[in-house]
């Protein structure tokens, strides 16, 4: 149980840094369209305004879409709408979604939407961009830009380069791809973008966030994580930084949580699931790992509840 490799999540770190660094995503991904845009004027997520598009239009499963309200330098328009969708496996009705999604949010807004798409596959060839059909005379033609993110393997040195955080994005999205069966060296290479990070100076919050993402992506089983942990704590002693601490606030102890929840569910079921209110307001992630390891050979809740009722006698270590 307590080796048990996690699955790869991909939805919620995108969401994230879509969030934060939005205008970043631009400049990275679509410079061009990034030009136009009148930055100063600020940017509005309508997030729950494209989910009553997605549930009136559902086709297949998605990854994570954005719909973002922006206005153009110049435009005739006050104000346009982007439509950014993130797609992790390929599937065959996508171009018809794209499609669909956007003459519905058209149709919603009467206003112009730019749709767009980061293909996060692992098939180089699969590249949709068109939907289309003519019938009669009526011809429909719907394209749209698409970033394959496997094309990054080619432009490393550039990455490695940048100082766009989707640089790092893209990075640990491309590591989390190629490591699926190989954790050994998912986890070197989790190790060697938290390094990069430190070693280029980005601003504290930048580092924290981009960790939190690096951590999201790259999941280990938790004895690597742990000599993960380890080998972080002692790059910071040699550069004489100090992060790791913020970062396990806001990703370690979530990813901790995580495998709790899951252990707790598979091994007691309800009573089980009963003890997470309590486990949820514990901040020590040491604590936390002991808990995580113990349900595999605990026989009770009771034996659980009782390694986090005996630590709350004693100091933190953390």
């Known amino acids: 149980m307590t080796n ?187 190790l060697n973008l938290v390094r990069r990070l430190y070693e280029q100076g980005f601003e504290r919050e930048a580092v924290v966030n981009l960790l939190a993402f690096i951590d999201w992506m790259l999941t280990l089983p938790l004895d690597l994580e742990l000599e993960f942990k380890r080998e972080v704590e002692q790059l910071e002693a040699q550069l004489r930084m100090q992060y790791v601490t913020s970062f396990e606030r806001i990703a370690r102890i979530e990813s901790l949580l995580k495998g709790i929840a899951l252990g707790l569910k598979l091994k007691f079921g309800t009573p089980g699931q009963n003890l997470l209110p309590e486990i949820e307001l514990l901040e020590d992630f040491r604590l936390l790992e002991s808990i995580l390891a113990a349900i595999e050979t605990a026989d009770t809740v009771d034996e659980l509840r009782s390694i986090y009722q005996t630590a709350d006698d004693t100091p933190s270590e953390n």
């Open 4 to 190: 048990k490799t996690p699955q790869t999540e991909y939805d919620s770190p995108w969401k994230q840094m879509l969030q934060l660094y939005f205008e970043d995503f631009m400049q990275f991904f679509f410079p061009q369209a990034h030009a136009q845009i009148d930055w100063s004027r600020g940017f509005e997520f309508l997030d729950q305004e494209l989910q009553q598009v997605v549930r009136d239009a559902e086709l297949g499963k998605r990854l994570i879409d954005k719909l973002v309200k922006i206005y153009r330098i110049g435009g005739e328009e006050s104000w346009l709408l982007i439509h950014i969708e993130i797609q992790s496996q390929e599937e065959t009705d996508f171009p018809k979604r794209m499609f669909v999604y956007n003459y519905r949010i058209f149709d919603r807004y009467d206003r112009s939407v730019a749709s767009c798409a980061i293909l996060g596959d692992d098939n180089i060839n699969w590249r949709p961009s068109q939907f289309g059909y003519d019938l009669f005379g009526c011809t429909v033609d719907f394209q749209f830009p698409v970033i394959k993110l496997l094309d990054y393997k080619q432009r490393l040195s550039e990455l490695e380069a940048s100082r766009n955080p989707f640089a790092t994005v893209v990075m640990a999205h491309l590591a989390a791809v190629q490591t699926r069966s190989n954790r050994s060296q998912r986890k070197q290479s989790k």
